[in-house]
């Protein structure tokens, strides 16, 4: 059974910064990408950031420059460090794992397994 478990949100001054963990277990593939998705209230979730099997990240323009995608084979992990946090980057940050998404596309529908998500609250 494939599983992830994000942690590491939380409420954050704008400014600042955050980790978020990706834990990923079940998941037996030598090709993959695994994707960072965010979702506001009342907003449709939208395609952050992804890493690539062979380490290739991938960012939303609105990301570009604060955000950092990284793993760690060994720990079976993917982080996403949030930098110069802003108010609009307020949301629950989902990881996603696939095996055929087109990486810089960033589309949701390409990812077959999820994470619960992780709140993430800038405040101003």
């Known amino acids: 059974e494939v599983q992830l478990v994000e942690s590491g949100g939380g409420l954050v001054q704008a400014g600042g910064s955050l980790r978020l963990s990706c834990k990923i277990s079940?998941?037996?593939?030598?090709?993959?990408?695994i994707g960072w998705f965010r979702q506001a209230p009342g907003k449709e979730r939208e395609g952050v950031s992804c890493?690539?099997?062979?380490?290739?990240?991938y960012y939303t323009d609105s990301v570009k420059g604060r955000f950092l995608a990284s793993s760690d084979n060994a720990k079976n992990t993917v982080y996403l460090h949030l930098n110069s946090l802003k108010p609009e980057d307020t949301a629950v940050y989902y990881c996603?794992?696939?095996?055929?998404?087109?990486?810089?596309?960033?589309?949701?529908?390409?990812?077959?397994?999820w994470g619960q998500g992780t709140q993430v609250t800038v405040s101003s």
């Open positions: 079940g998941f037996t593939f030598d090709e993959y990408v």
């Open positions: 890493i690539t099997n062979d380490g290739t990240t």
């Open positions: 996603a794992a696939s095996v055929g998404a087109i990486p810089w596309m960033l589309r949701a529908a390409h990812y077959d397994y």
